[in-house]
């Protein structure tokens, strides 16, 4: 099985966190949050077996291929592209790297690519509030991701001179980052998340 040794190392991560070890403080990581809670929570009800890892991991990937079909559907692309798309995304899933901080960072990319997408589409500028959120969630995921997915954002924003926008975007992605920074601190692995995470 691709990935095992990954999936082993994070469901012991998930393990440690739900006997009560607090994150970063007690148990190394070096990404975001949200991914080893959400193992964590798949540890205690399955009672610390791998099928929870891999559920998490089956959902998550699930979640990316909807996104994708979702996507290629709503901008209107030729059902030609769904096979290459449908065999790309298939060749993901073997990715050794298959793992649940990956695979929710691309869910989170991708659902920000769509919230951009949709207010290009629609004009909407709520899209962009959301799009600025997302991008704070992907803070959670991968930080380095995130502050890619901010740029992406924000440079056309800028070029183009989208103020109010630019302002939208940014006050989602702060308000988001700024929540799962919280958390962190208040849990009291805030110190080690800075020396681990950046």
Not at 9 to 19: D, E, I, Y
Not at 44 to 69: T, Y
Not at 141 to 146: G, H, M, S
Request: with cysteine; aromatic share 12%; hydrophobic share 60%.
């Amino acid at each position: 099985s691709m990935g095992t040794a990954d999936a082993s190392w994070f469901l012991r991560v998930a393990c440690r966190m739900a006997s009560g070890e607090v994150l970063y403080r007690d148990v190394f990581y070096g990404a975001g949050p949200i991914a080893p809670h959400l193992a964590s929570l798949a540890a205690r009800i399955s009672g610390g077996e791998m099928i929870a890892i891999r559920a998490l991991q089956l959902l998550l990937f699930a979640a990316i291929a909807i996104l994708v079909s979702a996507t290629l559907h709503r901008a209107g692309l030729a059902s030609r592209w769904r096979i290459p798309v449908f065999c790309a995304l298939v060749a993901y899933g073997f990715e050794p790297a298959f793992s649940i901080y990956n695979l929710l960072s691309t869910v989170l990319l991708l659902s920000v690519l769509r919230a951009a997408l949709e207010w290009q589409w629609g004009g909407q500028t709520r899209w962009l509030w959301v799009a600025g959120v997302l991008a704070g969630l992907e803070f959670g995921a991968k930080q380095n991701v995130a502050v890619l997915a901010a740029v992406a954002l924000g440079v056309p924003l800028l070029v183009r001179g989208e103020w109010r926008g630019l302002v939208r975007v940014t006050a989602g992605f702060t308000a988001a980052a700024a929540a799962l920074a919280a958390a962190v601190w208040i849990e009291g692995g805030w110190t080690q998340f800075l020396e681990y995470g950046f």
